[in-house]
């Protein structure tokens, strides 16, 4: 999937588990974005898979909520 995708994939995922409203979740992806978390995703395409997505949205709702 492409980067902005993944992106989309991560706040989906976030809205589904944790019963957050979708512009939370994109604020908490965009903070994210901001602080350089997603930066190896955009360059390393391999990262960029649904297993990964799920870690992700629980990490980034974590530190980013």
Request: aromatic share 10%; proline share 2%; no cysteine.
């Amino acid at each position: 999937m492409s980067y902005e995708e993944y992106l989309d994939e991560v706040t989906t995922l976030i809205t589904e588990k944790y019963a957050v409203a979708d512009e939370a979740a994109i604020g908490m992806v965009m903070r994210a974005q901001a602080d350089d978390f997603f930066t190896r995703h955009d360059d390393e395409p391999a990262l960029r898979t649904l297993d990964r997505a799920h870690r992700d949205a629980k990490t980034v709702f974590g530190k980013y909520k």
